[in-house]
T-cell receptor, first 112, second 118 residues
Framework: GENVEQHPSTLSVQEGDSAVIKCTYS??????FPWYKQELGKRPQLIID?????GEKKDQRIAVTLNKTAKHFSLHITETQPEDSAVYFC???????????FGTGTRLKVLA | NAGVMQNPRHLVRRRGQEARLRCSPM?????VYWYRQLPEEGLKFMVY????????ESGMPKERFSAEFPKEGPSILRIQQVVRGDSAAYFC????????????????FGEGSWLTVV
C-alpha cells in the first residue's frame, strides 16, 4: 500500500523567513496531494492541494510543488508569520481509493 | 453553510464504559469518514460510510468499535468497553462525492471529539 514520509518533524524559522516541508510517497498512481494545517486542539484545515497533472500551485504566501518522477511534493511558506505556527500534515490520495494517507506531521514554530 | 459538526467536543470515560461520538456532515454531503489521531501522530483512516451503508471499515479495530450512518440523523462512532489506548482525537470528515472520482477529492474535517479514558 501507499507509504508517506514527511520531513522534518520539527522546524523553527525566524519571522519573515521561508519554511519548506517535504513529503515522499511510494505509489506512483497517487493523484491528489493536499496539505493541512492543524492548530493545537483544532481540526485539520485544508490550506492548499495539488493534483497529479499539475507541477506547482500557489496561493499568496503558500505554494506546493509536485515532482511525480521522484514521487515527492513540498509545501513552501514564504514571509512566515507567528500565526503560521502549527502542525502541518501532508496527505496522499492513492488512485482509485478514498483513503487519505497522512504524513506524520511537521511542527512549525515561527519565532518573532 | 455550517461545516461538519461533531459532538461532544470533549468526552471523559472510565475504563470499561462506552463512548458515542456523533457527526453531522456538511449540508449536501452524503459521504462520511472517521479518522483517529493519537497524540503527536497523524490521522489514520478508520471507516467510510454512506447513508445506511458501511463502505469500508478496514481501518477500524474488529472488536469494540462500530459505526453507523442512518437514513435520518448523524453518523455515530461507538466504542464499547473503552481502554486507555482509545484516548485520542476522533475526526469526522465529509465529502459530496467519493474522492478519486472526477474533481471531488476534497474532504472537510469537523472540529473533532477528544476522548480521554481514565
Amino acid at each position: 500500500g501507499e507509504n508517506v514520509e514527511q520531513h522534518p518533524s520539527t522546524l523553527s524559522v525566524q519571522e519573515g523567513d521561508s519554511a519548506v516541508i517535504k513529503c515522499t510517497y511510494s505509489d506512483s498512481a497517487s493523484n491528489y496531494f493536499p496539505w493541512y494545517k492543524q492548530e493545537l486542539g483544532k481540526r485539520p484545515q485544508l490550506i492548499i492541494d495539488i493534483r497529479s497533472n499539475v507541477g506547482e500551485k500557489k496561493d499568496q504566501r503558500i505554494a506546493v510543488t509536485l515532482n511525480k518522477t521522484a514521487k515527492h511534493f513540498s509545501l513552501h511558506i514564504t514571509e512566515t508569520q507567528p500565526e503560521d505556527s502549527a502542525v502541518y500534515f501532508c496527505a496522499v490520495l492513492p488512485s482509485g481509493t478514498y483513503k487519505y494517507i497522512f504524513g506524520t506531521g511537521t511542527r512549525l514554530k515561527v519565532l518573532a | 453553510n455550517a461545516g461538519v459538526m461533531q459532538n461532544p467536543r470533549h468526552l471523559v470515560r472510565r475504563r470499561g464504559q462506552e463512548a458515542r461520538l456523533r457527526c453531522s456532515p456538511m449540508k449536501g454531503h452524503s459521504h462520511v469518514y472517521w479518522y483517529r489521531q493519537l497524540p503527536e501522530e497523524g490521522l489514520k483512516f478508520m471507516v467510510y460510510l454512506q447513508k445506511e451503508n458501511i463502505i469500508d471499515e478496514s481501518g477500524m479495530p474488529k472488536e469494540r468499535f462500530s459505526a453507523e450512518f442512518p437514513k435520518e440523523g448523524p453518523s455515530i462512532l461507538r466504542i464499547q468497553q473503552v481502554v486507555r489506548g482509545d484516548s485520542a482525537a476522533y475526526f469526522c470528515a465529509s465529502s459530496s462525492t467519493t474522492p478519486g472520482q472526477g474533481s471531488g477529492n476534497t474532504i472537510y474535517f469537523g472540529e473533532g471529539s477528544w476522548l480521554t479514558v481514565v
